[in-house]
């Protein structure tokens, strides 16, 4: 009797070892590398287009969001575009206080929108810009209590409009 109950404990932790060894890592261990998650680029828009006398492109976008500012600036000449639940993803994983330049380092968002608003009383928020699917319009959001995205409206209180890139910080 003794001898089937190791020969059975021997079986079952043979059986343990091909699992783990054949299922891979994520069933062992948390700190194994896992599959790097990429926000879906859903859209493309150039920074100043002229069509027809007037100016189209991420430039225009930003003058309906900030009519009255004196600067208005993309790192890009075309800037990537992605969902606002795909961005609020990328927020929702950062830790750090540099927040700008560790959301342009994160997987596949390197060349999205995200930077800062300068307000005329000097409060600055941070913002990014997303593109809705349905209808392939920009819409801006700023970064609200809890890191939760809150969309923002055309604002004349808005001095300056800034998305960085992380060579230039």
């Not at 879906?40 to 007037?54: A, L, R």
């Not at 991420?58 to 600036?73: E, Q, S, T």
């Not at 809890?146 to 808005?158: F, H, M, S």
Request: hydrophobic fraction near 35%; charge should be negative; charged fraction near 25%.
């Amino acid at each position: 009797m003794k001898r089937n109950a190791k020969n059975f404990g021997l079986l079952v932790m043979i059986f343990v070892i091909v699992a783990i060894l054949l299922g891979g890592c994520n069933y062992c261990c948390p700190t194994c590398p896992q599959e790097e998650w990429v926000p879906e680029i859903i859209g493309k828009k150039p920074f100043c287009v002229e069509e027809e006398g007037e100016q189209k492109g991420f430039l225009a976008d930003m003058r309906n969001i900030a009519p009255k500012a004196d600067h208005r600036w993309s790192a890009e000449e075309e800037s990537e575009f992605t969902s606002v639940a795909d961005t609020q993803k990328v927020i929702d994983n950062l830790v750090g206080k540099d927040i700008i330049t560790e959301f342009l380092s994160q997987p596949g968002c390197d060349k999205l929108p995200f930077g800062r608003i300068k307000h005329l009383n000097g409060d600055e928020e941070y913002i990014t810009a997303v593109m809705e699917t349905s209808n392939s319009e920009v819409e801006f959001y700023i970064l609200g209590p809890g890191n939760i995205l809150v969309k923002i409206y055309p604002d004349d209180t808005i001095t300056e409009i800034d998305f960085y890139q992380r060579d230039y910080l």
